[in-house]
């Protein structure tokens, strides 16, 4: 069986006090009438009854239907059951037929405070038995009389009692599902507000996260082009300069040109690709350590300066993002050298670890105070090597390209002793090797 909706609720509640508001009226009403035509047939006054029904009458309308806010007072509504009782008791001694209106005491009882609601309930029970029996007088008439009277008694006190109970425990089971109700109205409205919340809260972060989308992808613009096309016409000015300072020898005024050319076509494809997001043209013909060892050798051949690429450790591949952040990292610190460093020989070292991959970066040449590079963005280009002009970007670069792939970046140099780097990043191995 379903349990009742809380609008079946409120309908049977509309209905109970239509009842307490109307039927105890309506049966005063018909005792007062058929009071009237017994009294008449039997020849005897009716006026005292009349009164007494009168009385009833004002004191439910005067104690219960004109002050409501009276009837949840607890003295005020044991005083006016109290009175209701006496008034009904006085007509069931003049009238036993007055029963017809005593039961609608029933309903005021159930208003009355739960510990005085079963006394109530019996008093209206002892009531209407009383009527049924005949009055108060079949309780001493003795024999036949006094059993028919106990037994009416004791049928409306148990026939009450099973409504009380039956009665308590729907009210209770009422209160717990308005209470369920109101509980459940109440997270519904915390629901509502979560939602709106959380609705806000994801735009913030989608406008958070287009915010950094976008700044990252300017760094990462920055980058590529200071990896490709910076670099690239840096190393086509220094081959020019070279080009114009060997006038005098063809051979090698030629050399330098045709480095420039080539540099300047290569700088050129690699910031294509830079722009299209695709991987490094070196990476994408060999490993990590090939692609290393290739640019070195290009590197050496254009600058003529010895490059020594070491590998230690079982080669494997990672993850795209730190095998381009390494590459860019050499590259950088190879561009420093030929700019800054004048230095005589390199050694480039790619180590492989079991948590972590380490690219080490050497050179001869002059160094620098890394203590005054960190205060002087001038200096962060010169990686490896010398102070370089102002408004470099290389240790900027590298750094963030390091720390982006959760890594570490760290220089030590110091003037006429030359300079290292080394950048590490964590292992997250993809793939098999080929």
């Not at 009164?51 to 044991?78: E, F, H, I, K, S």
């Not at 919340?197 to 300017?218: I, K």
């Amino acid at each position: 069986m379903s349990n009742p909706s809380p609008n079946q609720l409120n309908m049977w509640e509309h209905r109970e006090h239509f009842a307490v508001a109307v039927l105890p009226y309506a049966m005063l009403a018909f005792t007062a009438v058929l009071t009237v035509v017994i009294r008449n047939s039997a020849h005897e006054t009716w006026l005292i009854d009349l009164a007494l029904c009168g009385l009833a009458a004002v004191w439910m309308l005067c104690l219960y239907t004109l002050v409501p806010a009276w009837r949840d007072r607890t003295v005020n509504q044991t005083v006016f059951f109290t009175g209701l009782v006496a008034i009904m008791t006085v007509l069931i001694i003049r009238d036993p037929w007055a029963g017809f209106f005593t039961f609608s005491a029933y309903f005021f009882a159930a208003r009355l405070p739960r510990r005085w609601r079963l006394l109530g309930v019996a008093a209206v029970a002892v009531l209407t038995g009383t009527s049924q029996a005949g009055g108060f007088a079949a309780a001493t008439s003795g024999g036949l009389g006094s059993f028919l009277y106990t037994g009416f008694v004791l049928v409306n006190l148990v026939v009450a009692g099973a409504f009380s109970w039956f009665g308590w425990v729907s009210e209770a089971q009422n209160k717990r599902r308005a209470q369920m109700v109101d509980d459940l109205s109440e997270a519904n409205r915390r629901l509502e507000a979560t939602l709106v919340e959380n609705a806000g809260l994801h735009e913030q972060l989608v406008t958070q996260a287009r915010e950094a989308g976008v700044l990252d992808e300017r760094q990462r613009m920055a980058r590529e082009i200071h990896d490709t096309l910076a670099q690239g016409l840096a190393g086509i000015i220094t081959q020019l300069q070279a080009a114009e300072e060997a006038a005098h020898d063809p051979a090698e005024r030629r050399r330098h040109f045709d480095a420039a050319v080539n540099l300047a076509r290569d700088s050129l494809t690699e910031a294509r690709r830079s722009v299209d997001a695709l991987r490094p043209e070196p990476l994408e013909q060999a490993r990590l350590d090939g692609a290393l060892r290739a640019v070195a050798e290009s590197w050496s051949a254009l600058n003529a300066i010895p490059v020594q690429v070491t590998t230690t450790g079982t080669a494997r591949p990672l993850e795209p993002e730190a095998e381009l952040a390494l590459l860019r990292t050499a590259q950088e610190a190879l561009a420093n050298v030929a700019k800054h460093a004048g230095a005589s020989r390199v050694g480039l070292t790619l180590s492989y670890m079991d948590d972590e991959v380490v690219l080490d970066v050497r050179d001869d040449g002059q160094g620098f105070d890394p203590a005054l590079a960190s205060r002087e963005p001038a200096y962060a280009g010169g990686v490896a090597g010398g102070a370089a002009p102002a408004g470099g970007f290389g240790l900027v670069a590298m750094r963030q390209r390091i720390e982006g792939v959760s890594g570490l970046l760290q220089v030590e140099s110091e003037p006429g002793a030359g300079t290292a780097i080394s950048a590490s990043v964590p292992v997250q191995e993809t793939g098999s090797l080929a």
